[in-house]
């Protein structure tokens, strides 16, 4: 890579006129060290980055979990107090939902999209660097109000007029709205550059209908984040002009009706339940095939009706509202929308056990927590179907039923394909595997400790038990499953301290030398992904590959001999490109950051003191002006086509090199 | 019934214990655990959505019921094919490598009868379901209560002789009728609440601003329990209610009853409870008869009401009906009142700082007034119709 040569004192303009270029526009050269990372644009930096971010924040929403747990293992708990409760489990399910698992998702979809497609980076490099940098600052920035007076208080949902500054006079509920208010911009930035990537840069001959279901899915959600975040980025705009300008969107006193907010959130909040779930269907749709050693059943059937979901899932919101007071004609609409949302979902899980039938399963880690997800996921979306009928929704709907519910779709659907993303591609990512048989200990912990933590919440949501109140008392007949639930959860407490020490050991067994190398194609994959060395070259493809297929991957591999069997031709790791070329690569940039930083202090003068939010404009228009005068590739930075150090390498395997480089190349212009 | 199961299984132990064997013990200690087992599986407590007596109530069930039944048929479904595959289809150690297994793409037949399959499954649920939502909401013939939600309690209204003024204010305890329909209109005064007494129906939001229409109904006497179940801020979990439902001819003597107003105490300590009463409480406060400033609203609470004491003593409980206002024996619970008088707060989590929820006395009143308030709290209004059993 050229970013480690020298750079040169004088930079020269188009013109052929030359400028000494100016301290503050000089761009970052570091191709090692923080620097390299904080600098990057590079999507496979910044995708790690977001999944690194994101395990963290796991960690603290499960110890918020944890403490709710605790709250609830005795009645009367007295872990925490009423108050500490309220802020304790909005800010569990706001951390889970916006910080892990819709981050995780943006990592899988940055690291892999453009390797399945493909490409050599996202459409607009530097604007990817800056979703990541406003989530990075948005997470610190929901999390400042710990320290700051106590944390938001009226729920993830948020209704009003409990969200007032009247019933809630803290700065939490501000918080929450600025937070998210920033969090959205960085999602709705990453929708939109993964959008053009995958409609602009997918290889020749990858058709709309060859691309992996991954992809595919990645599309959808990206969709359906473009079209909700506006939603609630309304909703936010006037909860926060309701507390910090004193409006009255949702004041009745003046008139205003409070279910405006039920259907603002909602219009987002449902198509944010496929937002987080789409991904992981994505992933086993991967890895299914891979370990069945036989193709997705129905490619075209999984794709559409994901698709299917995505339309579907703007039509069920007021769901969440069958007891709000809608009147019966909108309650049996939504009710029967809500029902049949689950056939494009129940053909997803049919075809992926018709997709195992009749295979050579390899239950490899990835693996188990794929089918973990077929499984748990069904459950989830069987108590889902129960909802959907109104009437036994008025019984259902604020109990532990819907905890439960929920819980088997987000943690044993979203999270178990995260978890088996991770194992999957982290050869991929990281040039090892992790550590298979701890793996299979962190699997059936987590997979116990799961069911013993959340299936009895079904049981006690059929018996009565409320969400969201901070105690039981002993007459209610919850002790018993209530510390099984508890129990539970330290079981999973336990998986994920398993699979922690797995990565450290496996890192350290690497660097050791005791941990070997991946190859390219570990699982025998299928996709382009594993077409190319591991870890993932910086520059992802010595040269575009020509696509013929789904799966065209494995295609090169198995081939139909005479009599029409198909016959391995070819293993991946050998016909996989090695990495050994060093074409041009859009430039790091010091203004993603810059700009970034300046969302936190905008937010904080908004509840503050507005010099504050006068910093924020520094940095934000500073950082817009900077990045305006920079190019999107640096003339000075070394370029494959020069020559000077790295000329093409004769062997190439396809004679094409510098043509297709010059598709890649001309597409990143952010 | 489950009460039964145990009592066999400890009567097994017995026999058990005698024979002293080995076996004897495994079986003891498993029968334990599943005494046990059954027995917290089981344990329902005091609401209790698992076992309907409203008409309502019965209805949902048997429709939660059906889905229940159809959605394990599918679960189970399910999970054998998933398990079938685990087995069938795993790789074996002495698999060929290079033998690959049969390649499919997809079967249109099949995958259009998985499609169909689950449509006419929930066509059905449907077609059971709407007529439901219809039949569920709307009004009935029975008399109007009013419901209203506020931080963190309920209170009911009954305007007898529909002039369209409320004769009868109560708290925590909605007392109707045995076999009545009653219609609610369903209100609150501050955030949203939930009005859910699961054994006579399901919940139905209380919303500022809007007035929603629910029914309940019970074809028996007793004492319901019900709660808030839509988050409603800090004191969500302490915002309980029961239903009393009485034989109509103690429903009319209740009535009869509550439109009595009150008088003044004649004893002398709860004379000057009343007068403390007077001084530190009638801002928000209303005792129908002697203590009325406050019924148009105070400006103490964003709710703007607090609840009316007037008979307070003919209610099972107070604040929030989160404490019984009678012991067991069926004396005064005058500890728990006492001390509730002296420390809301303290008791049930709350911030009269920001005008959400009862003050402090603790700097106000000094013991011998906290005895002669609680004492005149006392005279007011008779017994319960009903003590919870």
Request: proline share 6%.
């Amino acid at each position: 890579m050229a970013m480690t040569e020298e750079r040169p004192e004088i930079l020269e303009l188009e013109t052929g006129e030359t400028t000494p270029s100016t301290g503050a526009f000089a761009r970052p050269t570091h191709a090692t060290g923080w620097r390299a990372w904080i600098f990057t644009v590079d999507h496979k930096k910044i995708g790690i980055m977001y999944g690194a971010v994101a395990m963290f924040w796991f960690l603290w929403g499960g110890i918020e979990a944890m403490l709710i747990r605790m709250q609830l293992f005795t009645p009367n708990g007295t872990v925490l107090t009423a108050n500490q409760y309220n802020q304790i489990f909005t800010m569990h399910a706001v951390t889970m939902v916006f910080l892990v698992v819709m981050p995780l998702a943006a990592a899988f979809a940055n690291y892999i999209v453009p390797l399945q497609i493909g490409a050599r980076d996202v459409a607009f490099p530097r604007l990817n660097a800056l979703g990541l940098w406003i989530f990075i600052f948005a997470g610190i920035f929901l999390n400042l109000s710990w320290f700051l007076g106590g944390g938001p208080d009226g729920g993830w949902f948020a209704y009003a007029p409990n969200t007032s500054v009247a019933y809630s006079p803290g700065n939490g509920m501000d918080f929450y709205s600025l937070g998210l208010q920033i969090a959205g911009i960085a999602s709705l930035i990453g929708s939109i550059n993964l959008i053009v990537t995958v409609v602009n840069m997918r290889a020749p001959g990858m058709t709309m209908l060859r691309m992996p279901v991954f992809t595919w899915m990645i599309l959808v959600v990206q969709f359906l984040l473009l079209l909700s975040l506006p939603v609630i980025t309304v909703a936010l705009v006037l909860l926060s002009f309701d507390r910090t300008f004193d409006a009255n969107f949702f004041n009745v006193a003046m008139g205003a009706d409070p279910l405006l907010w039920q259907h603002l959130f909602w219009i987002f909040g449902h198509p944010e339940v496929y937002i987080l779930i789409l991904p992981s269907f994505g992933i086993v749709s991967e890895t299914l095939p891979v370990f069945s050693r036989k193709p997705l059943f129905g490619y075209s059937v999984i794709v559409i009706s994901g698709a299917a979901i995505g339309f579907m899932g703007w039509g069920v919101w007021a769901h969440h509202m069958f007891v709000s007071g809608l009147g019966p004609v909108g309650v049996a609409a939504f009710s029967a929308t809500t029902m049949f949302i689950a056939v494009p979902t129940g053909v997803k899980i049919l075809n992926w056990i018709a997709t195992m039938w009749g295979g050579n399963l390899r239950f490899t880690v990835a693996m188990m927590f794929s089918v973990s997800l077929v499984s748990m996921f069904t459950i989830g979306g069987l108590s889902g179907v129960m909802h959907a009928i109104a009437p036994a929704d008025t019984q259902q709907t604020d109990t532990y039923f819907i905890v439960a519910h929920f819980h088997y779709v987000l943690f044993g659907g979203a999270l178990m394909g995260l978890f088996a993303g991770m194992y999957y591609w982290w050869p991929k990512a990281f040039g090892y595997q992790l550590n298979e048989g701890l793996g299979k200990w962190h699997f059936w912990i987590v997979l116990l400790g799961f069911n013993m933590a959340f299936g009895p919440m079904h049981i006690l949501g059929l018996q009565g038990m409320a969400r969201r109140h901070s105690q039981y008392g002993p007459e209610d007949g919850f002790d018993f499953w209530n510390a099984v639930a508890t129990i539970g959860s330290f079981f999973i407490l336990i998986g994920m301290i398993v699979f922690a020490v797995n990565i450290v050991r496996s890192w350290l067994g690497y660097k050791a030398g005791k941990v070997p190398q991946a190859p390219a194609d570990p699982w025998d994959g299928r996709t382009l992904e594993w077409a190319i060395a591991s870890p993932t070259p910086e520059h992802n493809f010595d040269y575009v590959p020509i696509v013929t297929d789904v799966d065209d991957f494995w295609h090169k591999k198995y081939q139909p001999d005479e009599t029409g069997k198909l016959r391995k031709v070819a293993d991946g790791n050998d016909i996989a490109q090695i990495g050994d070329q060093h074409p041009h690569l859009p430039s790091p940039s010091y203004w993603p950051i810059v700009l970034a930083a300046g969302l936190p202090f905008i937010a904080l003068g908004l509840i503050y003191n507005l010099w504050l939010s006068g910093i924020g404009l520094v940095f934000l228009l500073g950082g817009m002006f900077g990045w305006s005068l920079e190019p999107a590739t640096d003339p000075d930075a070394g370029h494959g086509d020069h020559g000077d150090d790295h000329a093409p390498d004769p062997d190439t395997p396809d004679g094409d090199e510098s043509e297709a480089a010059e598709v890649v190349e001309e597409a990143p212009v952010g | 019934m489950k009460v039964k199961i145990n009592t066999s299984t400890e009567g097994t132990t017995r026999t058990m214990r005698k024979q002293g064997s080995l076996f004897g013990k495994t079986v003891r200690l498993s029968g334990l655990l599943l005494a046990a087992a059954a027995l917290a599986s089981c344990a329902t407590g005091r609401i209790d959505p698992t076992d309907p007596v409203g008409e309502n109530a019965k209805q949902i069930d048997g429709i939660m019921r059906l889905s229940g039944y159809m959605a394990s048929a599918v679960g189970i479904f399910v999970a054998a094919a998933v398990i079938i595959v685990i087995v069938k289809f795993r790789a074996r150690p002495d698999d060929d490598p290079n033998e690959l297994p049969k390649q499919i793409h997809g079967n249109k037949k099949a995958e259009l009868t998985w499609t169909l399959i689950p449509v006419v499954m929930l066509v059905f649920l449907a077609i059971v379901t709407i007529p439901a939502v219809f039949d569920l909401s709307g009004k009935s013939d029975g008399r109007t209560i009013k419901v209203e939600g506020q931080q963190w309690w309920w209170q009911f209204s009954y305007d007898v002789d529909e002039d369209g003024t409320d004769d009868i204010v109560t708290a925590n305890e909605i007392v109707i009728p045995v076999g009545e329909e009653i219609n609610l209109e369903i209100h609150s005064n501050d955030v949203i609440h939930s009005f859910w007494i699961p054994q006579l129906n399901g919940k139905k939001d209380a919303v500022p601003g809007r007035i929603h229409h629910w029914r309940i109904s019970s074809p028996e006497p007793g004492i319901f329990y019900g709660e808030c179940v839509e988050f409603c801020g800090l004191s969500h979990a302490n915002m309980q209610m029961r239903a009393v439902v009485l034989n109509s001819n103690d429903y009319e003597a209740w009535v009869q009853q509550q439109l009595q107003p009150s008088t003044i105490p004649t004893s002398a300590a709860a004379k000057r409870g009343y007068e403390l009463f007077g001084r530190h409480c009638v801002s928000c406060h209303v005792i129908d008869g002697v203590y009325e400033s406050a019924a148009d609203g105070n400006a103490n609470l964003l709710s703007g009401v607090a609840p009316n004491l007037t008979h307070l003593m003919t209610r099972t409980s107070f604040a929030g009906s989160l404490f019984e206002l009678y012991n067991d024996d069926g004396s005064a619970n005058i500890a728990e009142l006492r001390e509730w008088v002296r420390d809301a707060p303290d008791r049930k989590p709350s911030r009269p700082d920001n005008r959400q929820g009862m003050i402090s006395f603790v700097e106000t009143l000094n013991n011998s007034e906290l005895d002669d308030l609680v004492t005149y709290l006392l005279t007011l209004g008779g017994k319960p119709p009903l003590m919870p059993s």
